[in-house]
């Protein structure tokens, strides 16, 4: 019996597999707060005008205002003792006249009495101005950009094919 010589030929063809892989991103942009705080600069005021008038530095005015004042009382009390004098003079009376007692008078006068004061009875007056602090605030801001991740693939089969090739054209007979 004959039996002819095949070769069996199989070519194949792995499976493919393709993978696009794409990492996920993240961007996060911040901007910090800012925040101001801003204050004019207190104002002191110091007025010490009555202290000082107290230990005798006066200003201009008030010096003026003294004087005058004084001034008044002294021209008021010597019109007091003249009229005393006047009255004590219509009354003379020999042998006891109240000469002699009125020139004493005129001659030893007291001294005026003087009142040394090293620190003022009244306190400077003290006034402070303060103006309100301004504060101002910015909020920061924070954006972010996300994008998801990418994973996308193909899948090829592999193949196989095959035939059957006879080894030879010519037959080889064997009886």
Request: proline residues 10%.
């Amino acid at each position: 019996m004959y039996f002819p010589r095949v070769r069996l030929e199989l070519t194949s063809t792995p499976p493919v597999y393709n993978f696009i892989k794409q990492p996920a991103s993240l961007n996060i942009e911040t901007q910090g707060p800012v925040m101001s705080i801003s204050s004019p600069a207190p104002k002191l005021y110091i007025d010490e005008t009555l202290p000082r008038e107290e230990a005798g530095f006066r200003t201009m005015l008030s010096f003026a205002k003294y004087t005058a004042e004084q001034g008044r009382a002294d021209v008021s009390e010597a019109i007091q003792e003249i009229a005393q004098e006047g009255d004590r003079l219509a009354e003379i009376q020999l042998p006891k006249s109240g000469l002699v007692e009125t020139a004493e008078q005129k001659l030893f006068r007291k001294p005026d009495e003087s009142n040394l004061q090293l620190i003022p009875m009244t306190p400077p007056a003290i006034h402070a101005e303060v103006s309100p602090i301004s504060i101002k605030v910015i909020p920061g801001t924070i954006s972010l950009q996300f994008d998801p991740a990418i994973f996308q693939y193909q899948f090829q089969y592999g193949k196989i094919k095959g035939q059957v090739v006879p080894e030879s054209s010519s037959l080889d007979m064997t009886v």
